[in-house]
């Protein structure tokens, strides 16, 4: 039995049930240009007509800062989603007051409604109790679908929740059920793999994963400033000098955890960032003065497939290199390659997330072939961190 409610735990025949969604999607324009979240609400939404709710949309969109943007306005995103779920999709140009409460009231059993953006009130991220329980007074029930906003304490993702009945939808069930299969009971051994390009961005995820994971892969920008606490002369590469004594701290706690942590056996150079330039594979402590490392070397790669073949569990957020510029996207796309062939054969449960780890394994073009891919940045990076999100938190029986 999970933790949480979930639909299963709501009788929602003929009820009006408010769902907290992730719409804020790329656009251009008023053109939604990748509708992945989109997609992610439908098992949720469908259920719901399919049990004969009322159903009533809320999303934020950007950051217009409790002020009413036209640009930011989610109307060309109900129009999107009446694409993808098949069927009308209402929507309303307020998300409390008299033409929501007149909107809801309109509503038939199976029908779908679209809020307007919760953010264009103060009280949504002041989680303000009076903003609460404006958005409450349109539902008899909640249900939460959206872990990428599950980190934000706002009205619409917490305060809401206080309220009314509530419970995970299918798209948050879903991702915190893999969340779990990774950090809460994992088939063992695990590795993590955490990259970016620095230490203080993830200092909190390295930490808790020492505690957490057998084996732990540092990439990215980050692994230069573990190479320069163990004396590496890295060249020109970025690092954080400052923060040597702290990766000086987390060698030595993964080294009482019994966490093996991974480093570049060997690294890839250039004296210029930049597409395609000149570039030649060296140890990491033969970095010439005026070379910065981008990414790791062939060795290094194969080093972590092997460990990653003796692994149950992989958990990865961050890219292992410079990426988004060729040719350093070659050890991040090999080892998604890799962690993907290991789970189809039924070997690896692999969950990825963070959006340049998304980013990365579609351009490898395995994102499907991955036990689960999560679209949540913020979100899943404090989850891998150990802190309790608010939005999940409220849902807990």
């Not at 409610?5 to 053109?31: C, W």
């Not at 955890?257 to 033969?286: H, I, S, Y």
């Not at 054969?345 to 351009?363: C, F, H, P, W, Y």
């Not at 999560?374 to 029986?397: C, I, N």
């Amino acid at each position: 039995m999970t933790a949480f409610h979930t639909l299963d735990d709501l009788d929602v025949a003929g009820k009006r049930v408010l769902v907290r969604v992730d719409f804020n999607v790329p656009m251009e324009g008023a053109r939604v240009t990748d509708t992945t979240r989109l997609d992610r609400a439908v098992p949720t939404v469908r259920e719901l007509i399919d049990r004969n709710a009322k159903v009533i949309l809320m999303s934020h969109f950007g950051r217009p800062k409790g002020a009413r943007v036209p640009e930011m306005s989610l109307r060309p995103v109900a129009e999107a989603f009446e694409g993808v779920l098949g069927r009308p999709v209402a929507f309303v140009d307020d998300a409390v007051g008299d033409n929501a409460e007149a909107a809801v009231e309109a509503l038939s059993a199976g029908d779908v409604l679209l809020l307007e953006n919760t953010r264009f009130y103060p009280g949504e991220e002041k989680n303000d109790a009076e903003f609460s329980k404006q958005l409450a007074a349109l539902g008899d029930l909640y249900v939460n679908d959206a872990f990428s906003a599950a980190h934000r304490a706002h009205g619409s993702t917490e305060g809401v929740a206080q309220i009314l009945p509530s419970a995970a939808g299918r798209s948050m069930q879903r991702e915190l059920d893999y969340l779990a299969l990774a950090l809460a009971a994992p088939e063992r051994p695990v590795m993590a793999v955490v990259g970016g390009a620095k230490v203080s961005t993830k200092l909190d995820v390295l930490e808790h994963l020492t505690a957490k994971a057998d084996k732990l892969v540092v990439g990215g920008g980050m692994a230069n400033t573990f190479l320069l606490a163990l004396g590496a002369e890295i060249g020109k590469s970025l690092a954080e000098a400052d923060l040597v004594p702290t990766a000086k701290a987390i060698l030595e706690k993964a080294k009482a955890e019994g966490c093996e942590l991974l480093l570049p056996k060997d690294v890839v150079v250039a004296k210029e960032f930049a597409p395609n330039p000149e570039t030649r594979v060296c140890a990491p402590d033969d970095v010439a003065a005026d070379e910065m490392i981008l990414d790791v070397g062939p060795d290094s790669v194969d080093h972590y497939a092997e460990e990653l073949e003796s692994c149950k569990t992989l958990l990865w957020n961050g890219p292992l290199g410079a990426f988004e510029t060729p040719p350093f996207q070659t050890a991040t796309v090999e080892l998604a390659k890799f962690a993907a062939k290991l789970t189809l054969e039924e070997k690896l449960t692999s969950i990825a997330g963070g959006g340049d780890t998304v980013a990365a394994v579609n351009m490898a073009g395995v994102a499907d072939d991955f036990t689960y891919v999560s679209t949540a940045g913020g979100a899943f990076l404090e989850y891998m961190e150990g802190k309790a999100l608010p939005g999940v938190e409220a849902l807990k029986k």
